[in-house]
């Protein structure tokens, strides 16, 4: 028989014996402790859960009988320890989670740091260290604390650029011999994309305001102050390695018509704006284009050319859930945080999200042609709700479906299009309070967690059959889905 589709190899074809393999959380969607060990209150800590994304309230302060998710989240804060340990039987190599900005500098702009704040990183750090499972640190993921946003404005002011780059030091210092790879902003760019209020970058838009030209000068501030960190923490240590981190959904023109193409081209120039300068420590032409597309005029100071060219960084961590079709006739499909059209090739999830392997080989293609970095998926998973048996069980084999085809897109971008992809972190490796809704329901984890929308439950963590499944491919090194690419009968 002709098999025209099969891929040749050379019987040695395997994944990097170096390559990563982990899971992901951020501080606010797991720890808890909300204000525990002197934790100050962050933007997220009065941010109200909505089914519906687009009407989540932000409180001026914590009110009475509201729930608010991040307040005890899965309580990762009194159960790390058995976390960490049921990813550690999973074989995790490397575990992704973010340092809370405001369990170390409570207000934002203190000059020293809360102690206690420090010491459950400690803990966290040295149960880590146990399991041999290496940190990979988000130093921003979506939160910052409540009194830059109330008093200082957030990221549209410049002066917290110097706030954020105090808390860095002090983190970068302090765990100086236990982290490599850093990342600074989480999905920096839905700075830009996301046009509602809600907490990335603190920006709570005012009615009279004008958002490209707010978000675009607060994602200045970001992206300096994250150069000035890479340089920083340089000094600290010089092995260290940093990354900048993209949300990345594909997009497909909607029509051949050659202005969805165009449409596809503004819409990925909203990526690169900030890919761009994080990788090549510049405004490129890209960038300029968007400033002209909508007026907008950044305030840079003179010293601000400098400090991007020196901050650069060492590889890219991207996030990748779905892609979107984009015609210029208008949007009727969801992603996380962006939306753009259905594509009528794909099946969505249980909240509409299109559902895309192959969309990852064309993004890792996409973004190592661009930048010739190395790549981290630091996210990738599928939210569901799962159901629990009666013995206890919980058999997910659509997350494992969906994880197992992504894993495979990935493999095909390693070892056929030759990418340098350096590690893989499934997002929410243990349930967590979702980022857009708040909810609980929506679950991405191998270990489940007994808790519902309004954060009842024993918290009691169950293994789900994914757990099993991803414990086989890490010790494998991906094997069986190598095996499969190359020997598809
Ligand atoms: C990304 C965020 C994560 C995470 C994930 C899933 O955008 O970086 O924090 O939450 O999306 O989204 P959600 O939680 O809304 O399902």
């Known amino acids: 028989m002709c098999r025209t589709n099969r891929i040749r190899g050379d019987g040695n074809e395997m994944m990097p014996k170096t390559f990563l393999w982990g899971g992901a959380t951020a501080a606010n969607q797991c720890e808890g402790g909300y204000r525990l060990d002197g934790k100050g209150l962050s933007i997220v800590d009065v941010e109200r859960a909505s089914t519906n994304k687009q009407k989540r309230i932000i409180d001026s302060s914590v009110l009475n009988d509201v729930h608010y998710p991040s307040h005890d989240a899965i309580d990762f804060f009194h159960n790390y320890e058995q976390d960490i340990a049921l ?40 149960e880590l260290k146990k399991y041999r499972i290496q940190p990979i640190v988000t130093l921003s993921h979506y939160e910052m604390p409540l009194v ?40 920096i760019n839905a700075t830009v994309e996301v046009p509602r209020p809600w907490h990335q970058a603190g920006l709570i838009y005012r009615d009279d305001e004008d958002q490209y030209q707010v978000s675009l000068q607060a994602s200045h501030h970001m992206l300096v102050a994250s150069a000035q960190v890479v340089t920083l923490g340089r000094v600290i240590n010089p092995d260290f390695k940093f990354g900048c981190m993209l949300l990345y959904p594909v997009f497909y023109p909607l029509t051949p018509s050659p202005k969805d ?71 009727n499909s969801e992603g996380n945080l962006i939306v753009g059209n259905k594509n009528p090739y794909l099946e969505t999830t249980q909240w509409g999200w299109q559902v895309d392997p192959a969309g990852l080989r064309i993004t890792l293609n996409n973004l190592y042609d661009r930048y010739e970095k190395p790549l981290f998926i630091v996210e990738n998973g599928l939210g569901a709700v799962d159901e629990v048996t009666a013995d206890g069980k919980i058999h997910d084999s659509y ?8 894993i495979e897109a990935m493999q095909q971008a390693i070892l056929i299009d030759k990418v340098d992809v350096i590690g893989y972190t499934t997002w929410g490796c243990i349930d967590l309070v979702s980022a857009s809704t708040g909810e609980m329901s929506k679950r991405y984890g191998f270990i489940y967690v007994d808790l519902d929308d309004k954060g009842q439950g024993t918290k009691k963590r169950l293994k789900k059959d994914s757990f099993y499944w991803y414990k086989c491919l890490i010790e494998t090194n991906g094997a069986d889905i190598t095996k499969r690419l190359f020997n598809p009968e």
């Not at 780059?165 to 011999?177: A, G, H, I, P, S």
């Not at 997350?399 to 992504?406: C, F, G, M, N, S």
């Open 261 to 331: 193409t165009q449409a596809v081209h503004e819409r990925l120039s909203y990526i690169y704006y900030y890919g761009d300068v994080h990788v090549k420590g510049r405004y490129t032409h890209t960038c300029q284009a968007v400033w002209q597309r909508h007026g907008v005029k950044l305030q840079i100071e003179r010293e601000d050319e400098q400090i991007l060219r020196n901050g650069t960084v060492d590889f890219i961590g991207l996030s990748y859930y779905f892609s979107l079709a984009v015609g210029i006739d208008g949007s």
């Open 87 to 126: 990813f550690a039987e999973m074989g995790f190599q490397c575990y992704r989670f973010s340092i809370a900005w405001s369990r170390i500098f409570p207000r934002g702009d203190e000059l020293e740091p809360n102690e206690a704040g420090l010491q459950f990183y400690d803990r966290v750090f040295a």
């Open 399 to 406: 997350r494992i479906a969906y994880l197992d085809a992504h």
């Open 148 to 187: 830059l946003v109330q008093m200082y404005d957030s990221w549209r002011n410049r002066q917290v650029i110097d706030f954020f780059t105090r808390f860095c030091e002090v983190v970068m210092n302090r765990y100086k011999d236990d982290v490599i790879y850093w990342l600074t902003f989480n999905e």
